[in-house]
T-cell receptor, first 109, second 115 residues
Framework: KNEVEQSPQNLTAQEGEFITINCSYSVGISALHWLQQHPGGGIVSLFMLSSGKKKHGRLIATINIQEKHSSLHITASHPRDSAVYICAFSGGSNYKLTFGKGTLLTVNP | NAGVTQTPKFQVLKTGQSMTLQCAQDMNHNSMYWYRQDPGMGLRLIYYSASEGTTDKGEVPNGYNVSRLNKREFSLRLESAAPSQTSVYFC??????????????FGPGTRLTVL
């Protein structure tokens, strides 16, 4: 049973479109992480949040603790945003992150 | 400032062979982690080291051993490789100041194939 569910699994968009990727989790958490993995493998942390909303450039992450749900939004999408976006949560007393399976985003020019 | 480095980038082993994956970080982080990534599955924690001198099992530790050599370096050893250990391995580190709410920084990964 995967405690983190991401949707959609795959997403294709045209350049300029507004993108939303969703993440639902089933347990209490300390923090919710969004990460980006480009083809070729490198993984980069985009956001860590435990409440509300964070914004970096064209990326916005939101979390609703009561509904156990987080969203990652990309405004004015660009082909360089093409990557796998991964949601993960941390919780409890240990250092473990529980990862979702990722959403493959392809942005076409 | 290289961040987190891993060696080797690629490795092919035969069943039963042993090898060590090396990881080093130059950010003075206390905590380090080893993950594996398999198709269709999320990243899974193999072992972690909350601080120098300590190591703990993660989700999938069987078949692996680790050594936290010093604050910078955290190695992962496969004593007798099996085809089920074919995977991409990522090392990560975090400051350790906030426990499980720290941002983790990842290395570039090691692609391992066991024949």
């Amino acid at each position: 049973k995967n405690e983190v569910e991401q949707s959609p699994q795959n997403l294709t968009a045209q350049e300029g479109e507004f993108i939303t990727i969703n993440c639902s989790y089933s347990v209490g958490i300390s923090a919710l992480h969004w990460l980006q993995q480009h083809p070729g493998g490198g993984i980069v942390s985009l956001f860590m949040l435990s409440s509300g909303k964070k914004k970096h450039g064209r990326l916005i992450a939101t979390i609703n603790i009561q509904e156990k749900h987080s969203s990652l939004h990309i405004t004015a999408s660009h082909p360089r945003d093409s990557a796998v976006y991964i949601c993960a949560f941390s919780g409890g007393s240990n250092y473990k992150l529980t990862f979702g399976k990722g959403t493959l985003l392809t942005v076409n020019p | 400032n290289a961040g987190v480095t891993q060696t080797p980038k690629f490795q092919v082993l035969k069943t039963g062979q042993s090898m060590t994956l090396q990881c080093a970080q130059d950010m003075n982080h206390n905590s380090m982690y080893w993950y594996r990534q398999d198709p269709g599955m999320g990243l899974r924690l193999i072992y972690y080291s909350a601080s120098e001198g300590t190591t703990d099992k993660g989700e999938v530790p069987n078949g692996y051993n680790v050594s936290r050599l010093n604050k910078r370096e955290f190695s992962l050893r496969l004593e007798s490789a099996a085809p089920s250990q074919t995977s991409v391995y990522f090392c990560a580190s975090s400051s350790g100041a906030s426990g499980n709410t720290d941002t983790q920084y990842f290395g570039p990964g090691t692609r391992l194939t066991v024949l």
